[in-house]
């Protein structure tokens, strides 16, 4: 089992700036990806971003490239996004995710999930 918890959300006015952190617990996540995901109301779940837990090899969704980053602190077993220029369009809940899947951009492919948080930008 993986637990995954999600902090640093908030409320920033746009082309403002937040890091989000998603600390895991449990099992090895030497063979996982991780990502990113986010959720606004209506909206399906949407990809933002994804890193190999061994390794570090990254990829961005195209909504999301040159301003925000995934990084990761293996030994304090943290996730991260950084934010930066931040849009209205980028409210949601974020969640971040760990799996083994195939198809990095489709959250089948990932087994474990945190609450979420919540993350909104005024215009």
């Known amino acids: 089992q993986v637990q995954l918890v999600e902090s640093g959300g908030g409320l920033v006015q746009a082309g403002g700036s937040l890091r989000l952190s998603c600390a895991v617990s449990?099992?090895?996540?030497?063979?996982?990806?991780m990502a990113w995901f986010r959720q606004s109301p209506g909206q399906e779940r949407e990809f933002a971003a994804v890193?190999?837990?061994?390794?570090?090899?990254?990829y961005h969704a195209d909504s999301v490239q040159g301003r925000f980053t995934i990084s990761k602190d293996n030994a304090k077993n943290t996730l991260y996004l950084q934010m930066n220029s931040l849009k209205p369009e980028d409210t949601g809940i974020y969640y971040c995710?760990?799996?083994?899947?195939?198809?990095?951009?489709?959250?089948?492919?990932?087994?474990?999930w945190g609450l979420g948080t919540q993350v909104t930008v005024s215009s």
């Open positions: 995710a760990a799996g083994g899947g195939v198809v990095i951009g489709a959250p089948r492919s990932y087994n474990y």
């Open positions: 449990g099992r090895s996540l030497s063979s996982y990806i």
């Open positions: 890193i190999r837990w061994s390794g570090g090899v990254t």
